[in-house]
């Protein structure tokens, strides 16, 4: 401070004279001296405490972005992102010229001649601002990158100062290219969205390469004020600054006038949320809570890349047919009424904002969407959703809810001006009244060979309820677990053609000391074989078949399948699902069946590369398979196949067959009691699929519905996307069984005439019976 204070002492000496000191006009230049000399010694002052404190520079020489944990399929659809920052590291040679020459026209057009500060863009913004031209701002584009990656925004000479400082370092350290490329990756733009590459996703769910003119110029001229150019949220000033671009890229040369004509005319269509590929949220996650064991918070912000072992079409497929099953199913039994209610007041503005708040606790959920009655009657009724243009809902559309329009409909039913309702638009652009279905779903696929997940949708709107029915629902089975009892039973000498008595059965141990009496939905039909008894799922013969094997040694018997014996009651209501499994359990068990009798271990993650690709760790190839995975005989998984096939071609399942048109369907309806469970495990080739639906809170689903109704729909509608153009998958049997009579036993059964007889309960006429089947080779 010493030498500052010398100098201003000498420069100021030409001025201390008398004459000098009387001369008006060397007064007013002494003063201005004086303001200049005060000038730099603040300035000088300010640098002296400037310089010693600049932070460390390894932040920009050494770039480490915060990106986000993204999710992908296995062909690579994005189906899930997590971490605060949204952003996509992009080197600038793959930035397209379109969006750097719209981003240099309108921030800094003499990037590329400077060095670090334009004193020339200075002299322009304050002559523009003095006579009210184009206002423009006096920052390079290296000065921003000082400080977006340094600095504060308060507006101080100290900052300012530093500011220029380190934009002189960063031009000395990196080349042009490089502090372009940092800029254009670091830069925020509304949304969580940092950089060019995660805003173009953000706003137009589209590549940088693939962005147009009118969309380069528009997320140009967010960096100004992300929060009021921010299209999503306000495209009127979105709009606005675009066509600032737009003049700026015209004046400069760097586009025609009918470029700028076509881009100011182009109609935008703005996304409101980051768009994925593939839906399939509960997936993504599990991935997540795997990533974060791992790495801890990192998992966030290191730009990990995980591949799964989903398939993008096989996943939107089960997607949809969730979807679209459940909404059936909720259509079917009824409208249950309007989600809410809103007093709307007369006042506009109110009015507005009363149904704004009301439509924001009640979020829209894919295709059904939450909408205010503001207009209504038996013919008519319009509402307004939270965004667009008011809806007309009418002619079939109010079909669903027409009880509900009626003058004498029950309050808690009626649709009133103020209701809260959801509509839903078909692919005519028609509206029809829908509601959000209080049901919960779950479907699972894995490939029956590795295990790996093919498609998973935990519920039917993870928005609404993250829990993962897929994995964590533990339901009662109904008959989709018999199969695994009549494995049990191949083992100890039945076959597919045993005759089992399908007649009333009463047992004692049942309520109020009630003999219990299982009964069939069918009716009896006396004696039928194993086979028949499966595809009909006939429930006494069930019992009968667990009562002669014993239910402890079924019981024993599913643990090798993957199912936990604790779960499981030691009685003959086993047989009829009475225990308590998940989807993903049952979809494993099943793929022992599918896949010749081996267990498998369901797998989701593929792998996890770092930001730049590197792989980080990889799954290990499914080990060889040998005796040590298998889980049952080849021999019992080929005739549980061959009878699990029945009941697709002829049984409970029929209608599958029909509508896929194959005949290598295998598979296993589940209804548990008062229908309080809906089930349908199955394969084909190597894809084997669960799906269920139930209520979260145990009730009956409806007098009339089955694991036929509720859930084969799913499965139906999935595979047909699964098994598209793949043929038909044929089963060689295995050394060790034989065709006797018309269905297959093993070896050591045999007798001598045919099938060991076995000590069974047929009926009084059994010897009769088996005597006129022998007769006519049945």
């Keep these: 401070m010493r030498f500052f204070s010398t100098a201003i002492n000498f420069l100021a000496l030409p001025f201390a004279s008398a004459n000098y000191r009387n001369s008006p006009r060397r007064t007013l230049l002494a003063l201005a001296a004086n303001g200049v000399l005060a000038l730099l010694v603040l300035v000088g002052a300010t640098l002296a405490t400037v310089l010693p404190s600049l932070p460390s520079f390894d932040v920009v020489t050494d770039y480490r972005p915060k990106i986000p944990l993204r999710i992908y399929t296995a062909d690579g659809a994005l189906l899930g992102e997590f971490g605060e920052e949204r952003r996509d590291f992009t080197p600038i040679d793959a930035v397209p010229p379109v969006l750097k020459e719209a981003l240099l026209a309108i921030e800094d057009a003499r990037f590329y001649e400077h060095s670090g500060v334009d004193y020339r863009g200075v002299l322009r913004a304050v002559a523009a601002g003095l006579t009210g031209g184009m206002r423009q701002g006096a920052s390079t584009i290296t000065m921003q990158v000082a400080r ?244 007309e809902i009418k002619g079939d559309g109010l079909r669903f809810a027409a009880r509900a329009l009626q003058p004498n409909a029950k309050m808690d039913l009626k649709i009133r001006v103020g209701s809260v309702i959801r509509v839903s638009q078909d692919g005519k652009g028609r509206w029809a009244i829908s509601q959000m279905p209080e049901v919960d779903v779950a479907f699972v696929a894995l490939n029956a060979d590795d295990g790996s997940y093919r498609a998973m949708v935990g519920g039917f709107d993870f928005a609404r309820n993250q829990f993962n029915h897929v994995t964590s629902a533990w339901r009662q089975p109904g008959s989709s677990i018999k199969p695994f009892v009549y494995s049990a039973a191949l083992e100890k000498g039945f076959s597919p053609a045993t005759l089992m008595n399908d007649a009333p059965l009463s047992l004692p141990g049942g309520e109020d000391g009630q003999p219990w009496e299982p009964r069939n939905d069918d009716g009896y039909d006396g004696p039928i074989s194993l086979r028949q008894a499966l595809a009909r799922s006939k429930n006494v013969v069930a019992v009968r078949l667990l009562q002669a094997i014993s239910p402890q040694y079924a019981r024993d018997y599913l643990q090798r399948f993957g199912f936990d014996a604790a779960k499981h009651p030691a009685n003959l209501t086993m047989t009829l699902g009475s225990g308590s499994v998940t989807p993903l359990q049952m979809a494993s068990a099943y793929a022992v069946f599918a896949n010749g009798g081996y267990r498998v271990t369901p797998r989701l993650i593929e792998k996890i590369t770092d930001a730049r690709g590197k792989v980080l760790w990889q799954a290990p190839p499914p080990p060889a398979r040998d005796d040590g995975q298998r889980a049952i005989d080849p021999r019992n998984a080929f005739i549980i196949d061959s009878m699990l096939r029945e009941v697709v071609r002829s049984g409970t399942a029929a209608v599958a067959s029909h509508r896929l048109g194959r005949n290598d369907l295998a598979g296993k309806t589940g209804t548990t009691s008062n229908a309080v469970d809906g089930w349908f495990a199955g394969y084909a080739g190597n894809v084997v699929a669960v799906s269920w639906m139930g209520y979260g809170q145990p009730r009956s689903l409806g007098g009339r519905e089955f694991g036929a109704t509720l859930a084969l729909p799913i499965w139906i509608d999935y595979m047909r996307q699964a098994l598209s153009g793949k043929p038909p998958s044929e089963r060689t049997p295995p050394p060790g069984v034989s065709l006797i009579d018309g269905d297959w036993v093993y070896d050591e059964f045999r007798g001598e005439d045919g099938v060991k007889a076995l000590d069974v309960e047929v009926s009084p006429f059994r010897s009769i019976f088996d005597a006129i089947r022998r007769a006519f080779g049945g």
């Design 148 to 391: 977006n990656f340094f600095l504060s925004q308060e507006k101080t000479l100290k900052r300012k100062l530093t500011e220029v400082v380190l934009a002189y370092r960063i031009e000395s350290a990196l080349s042009k290219d490089r502090i372009l490329e940092l800029y254009m990756n670091q830069i925020y733009l509304g949304q969580r969205s940092y950089g060019f590459a995660a805003a173009a996703r953000t706003y137009f769910n589209k590549r940088l390469p693939e962005l147009t003119l009118a969309e380069a110029a528009m997320l140009a001229g967010i960096p100004q004020n992300p929060a009021k150019h921010n299209p999503a949220v306000n495209p009127v000033r979105a709009k606005a600054r675009q066509e600032l671009v737009l003049k700026r890229m015209l004046q400069l040369g760097r586009i025609t006038q009918a470029q700028y004509a076509e881009a100011v005319a182009e109609p935008l269509r703005i996304g409101r949320s980051l768009q994925f590929e593939a839906h399939a949220d509960h997936a993504a996650e599990l991935v997540r809570q795997e990533l974060h064991a791992r790495y801890k918070g990192e998992a966030y912000t290191q730009g990990f890349n995980v591949y799964t072992t989903l398939d993008k079409a096989e996943q939107n497929a089960a997607y949809d047919a969730v979807r679209r099953n459940v909404l059936a199913y909720d259509q079917r039994h009824g409208y249950r009424g309007p989600e809410g209610f809103v007093a709307l007041p007369d006042n506009a503005d109110e009015w507005d904002e009363a149904i704004e708040r009301a439509l924001a606790r009640h979020p829209g959920s894919d295709n059904l969407i939450p909408a205010v009655v503001t207009e209504v009657s038996a013919r008519l009724v319009r509402a307004e959703p939270a965004a667009g243009d008011t809806l």
